[in-house]
């Protein structure tokens, strides 16, 4: 199946950079070294997540001048979503899609497009990084998901925010989803985007709203989101590592 090769092939991405960073691991191939690597990597990733945010704190993303927009923003992943009803709502120019806020929160909300476009909103021109190796620059418009949880208002045992997509990714029924915790939730340039360098964001880059959490890696930016639900943990959706990625075998914390 060409998803699977694609999914084989991002691991062996993620293994030769890391492994070549670690000057450890590159060139091994053997299934067996690829389940430890992964293993090992599950082990580090608490340390890593506290080491990253010691040195990051609350530091914002580098952000660029208009000249250095990338002409195109290369998509990446799901580029065309084919479930029935990612299908149904694209046919009808995104009239009928709602955003909700779900879980742990005192008010569960939806809000149609327009709703969201006539928010506060904020516009940033951020670098994205893929774990495969490239870096695009682009121009995004959309609301603080700090506004967003705060017309919600977070209830006791919030904990982390979880984005569900529309798209299959893997080809196997499931949909993409990611996760992040408060302190990433809340920090002013994680938006919902609506637009990007100034038009509605396109198909192939998550319409009609997409994440940008602007200190993690590409896979950690969702596309095609339609709920964020507030969780007290991730241990009990799809592979209980917090995202499509991360359930096969990438760092949840994923940051840059
Ligand atoms: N829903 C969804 N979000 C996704 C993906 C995906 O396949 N589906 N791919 C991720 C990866 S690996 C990258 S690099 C970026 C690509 O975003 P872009 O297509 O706007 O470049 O989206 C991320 N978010
Ligand atoms: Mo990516």
Known sequence: MPNEDFAANRRRFLRLSLGAGAGLLAGCDAQSQREGFVDALSLAEPLNRRMQRLLTGDRLAREFPASMISPVFKPNGSIDPRTPEYLALKAQGFAAYRLRIRGLVERP???ALHALQAMPARTQITR???VEGWS????WTGVPLAHLLGLARLRPGARYVVFHCFDDLLG????????IDLHDALHPQTIAAYALNG????????????MRIERKLGYKQPKYVHTIEVVDGYA?????KGGTWEDQGYDWYGGI
Request: overall charge negative.
């Open 128 to 130: 994205h990084d893929c």
């Open 109 to 111: 909300l939806e809000f």
């Open 236 to 240: 009990r959706l799809a592979g209980g």
């Open 136 to 139: 695009v620059i682009g121009q």
């Open 199 to 210: 038009a509605p964001v396109p198909v192939a880059n998550g319409a009609p709203l997409r």
């Open 172 to 179: 196997d029924g499931s949909r993409y989803y990611e996760s």
